[in-house]
């Protein structure tokens, strides 16, 4: 069974800062992509970052630049800077898994940007 860990989210004003940290827990897992995604009110998922199993990273336009996703193994982080009211969101860890093969979740965490 595979569980994806989540923490680090929360309300920071305008221009703050965060870091999320998402860790896979499991027996012999074998991860080939790791990232993370976001779901505003009223809105689709929508990709915000992820980073292959050799460190290839790929960044949503809006966050290019802010966030900056980092790779540990089977643990991934997404640091958050300069943030914006647009950034509101509950962020979703993802890993692609190749052993066990599947697509996995994490139980989302909420980011609140307001003064």
């Known amino acids: 069974q595979v569980q994806l860990v989540e923490s680090g989210g929360g309300l920071v004003q305008p221009g703050g800062s965060l870091t999320l940290s998402c860790a896979a827990e499991?027996?012999?897992?074998?991860?080939?992509?790791m990232g993370w995604y976001r779901q505003a009110p009223g809105k689709q998922r929508e990709l915000v970052a992820r980073?292959?199993?050799?460190?290839n990273t790929n960044y949503a336009d809006s966050v290019k630049g802010r966030f900056t996703i980092s790779r540990d193994n089977v643990k991934v982080a997404l640091r958050m800077n300069s943030l914006k009211p647009e950034d509101t969101a509950v962020y979703y860890c993802?890993?692609?898994?190749?052993?066990?093969?599947?697509?996995?979740w994490g139980q989302g965490t909420q980011v609140t940007v307001s003064s």
């Open positions: 993802n890993a692609q898994l190749f052993r066990p093969r599947g697509d996995y």
């Open positions: 980073i292959t199993s050799n460190g």
């Open positions: 499991g027996s012999s897992l074998g991860i080939n992509t």
